[in-house]
């Protein structure tokens, strides 16, 4: 293979930008192709709305060293393309699965566009079985040249996915042309990353398994939590107990509102529907998304039983989006949570470090503050709900001072108790009944 490649990424939202950036900044030649105009304008002119640490200035560096570019006309970005990344969108209705339409769009502009494309690599995530109907979709449309598919599943994390690209943990490639697998993996470069080569049923299950993994480990010890909280047992130190065992470890075992962003709710749900597609229904994975669901609730309840009821109280809630150090409000726990408390009648004060990307809705429901200390004035109860580290450095004694009630419920338990309690305050955790008040 050549030290280089002429690749076509469609999709400039967050998998494929970071695709984009990573695989220019390796020396491909790379032409990313959006069907928003908007947002292709704005990045051939440097703006990056994705808040990403270290996206703006990869993408830059690669614009102006000639091997990134971005386009509104399939045409000119898929044209000469060798090798298509698809990084679409795949989002999963709750009753009819997944929606694979911008998917097989994507596909339509390279069988319209692609006159050079040999390879077709997916990397949106996708069910068990979308390959199978890709090939066929493909082979349908008489005359067009033979295409390779490749699976090839990111495993990003929202808040450090340039890094993950640049370093991956592994590599899964998945194929039936074993050569076309091992040319996709070939292009990042790193033989020193572990690599698989796999059918690609496998690798889309891979993909799939890993998400679901690390989703009903993380509604595993929320379900421990709520058993702590019952017991006065400290979750924090029994998720530590848990992860000294090797065969466990600590990752992903941290006890709060849930979890939540663009990849563990919906793939979670989307393998769900794919097992009921099959005839089946998996206990396992409908349990810890019921789990996660209700997470919001148990927090909801902490606050009902402290506060004296919810109706006509005000709640300032800190943090919207589902993890920090990102812009993604989508199947954010926080964001559930402040529309149930809504619902129930509370006056919802929010702030969030991303609150330019909020929903418009948001502002329709919900005060919302840049300032957390404009925030927390006034509020009976301050809830923790994205791990910030500007919340997490607040000066408590200060909001003690704006607040008018005195509850501070810790929504990630990450906050500094014995500040908090020093400052006259209450503090209530996920599971810390050996600290809560």
């Not at 409908?286 to 789990?291: D, G, I, M, Y």
């Amino acid at each position: 293979m050549s030290s280089s490649s002429s690749i076509a990424v469609i999709g400039a939202g967050y998998v494929g930008l970071v695709n984009a950036a990573c695989l220019a900044d390796l020396g491909h030649s790379v032409a990313c192709f959006d069907i928003d105009s908007e947002k292709v304008d704005k990045l051939s002119n440097g703006i990056v709305d994705i808040l990403e640490p270290g996206l703006t200035e990869l993408v830059a560096k690669n614009q102006d060293a000639g091997r990134l570019s971005f386009h509104g006309n399939a045409e000119t970005a898929l044209g000469s393309a060798d090798i298509v990344f698809l990084c679409v969108d795949t989002p999963t209705d709750p009753v009819t699965g997944p929606n694979l339409r911008n998917l097989m769009g994507a596909i339509d502009s390279v069988l319209d566009h692609g006159h050079s494309v040999s390879t077709l690599v997916m990397r949106s995530t996708v069910p068990p079985g979308t390959t199978a109907v890709v090939s066929q979709s493909i082979a349908a449309r008489n005359g067009h040249q033979p295409m390779n598919i490749v699976v090839h599943p990111e495993f990003f994390q929202e808040g450090q996915a340039v890094a993950d690209c640049q370093a991956p943990s592994r590599i899964v490639v998945g194929s039936d042309d074993q050569p076309t697998a091992q040319r996709v993996a070939e292009l990042w470069q790193s033989s020193a990353t572990p690599q698989m080569i796999t059918d690609t049923a496998t690798a889309e299950m891979i993909m799939q398994a890993s998400n679901a993994f690390l989703a009903a480990k993380i509604s595993f010890i929320n379900e421990m939590a709520r058993i702590c909280d019952a017991t006065g047992a400290d979750i924090d130190l029994v998720a530590k107990g848990m992860g000294l065992d090797p065969r466990i470890g600590r990752r992903y075992l941290q006890a709060g509102i849930g979890f939540g962003g663009s990849c563990l709710p919906k793939d979670l749900r989307a393998l769900i529907s794919s097992a009921h597609a099959l005839g089946w229904s998996p206990p396992a994975l409908e349990a810890a998304l019921k789990v996660n669901d209700d997470q919001i609730l148990v927090i909801a309840e902490k606050l009902y039983q402290r506060i004296d009821g919810l109706e006509g109280k005000k709640v300032a809630i800190l943090g919207l989006t589902f993890k920090p150090d990102t812009a993604d409000f989508r199947d954010s726990p926080a964001m559930a949570l402040a529309h149930h408390l809504s619902a129930e009648g509370v006056d919802v004060r929010a702030t969030d470090p991303a609150m330019d990307h909020a929903p418009r809705g948001a502002t329709n429901e919900f005060e919302l503050f840049v300032d957390p200390a404009e925030c927390v004035r006034g509020a009976d109860a301050v809830v923790l709900a994205t791990a910030w580290p500007i919340y997490q450095d607040l000066s408590w004694p200060e909001v003690a001072d704006a607040m008018s009630g005195n509850l501070v419920v810790d929504g990630r338990n990450v906050l500094n108790v014995s500040e908090i309690k020093a400052a006259g305050l209450r503090y209530v955790g996920a599971g810390r009944g050996s600290v809560s008040d």
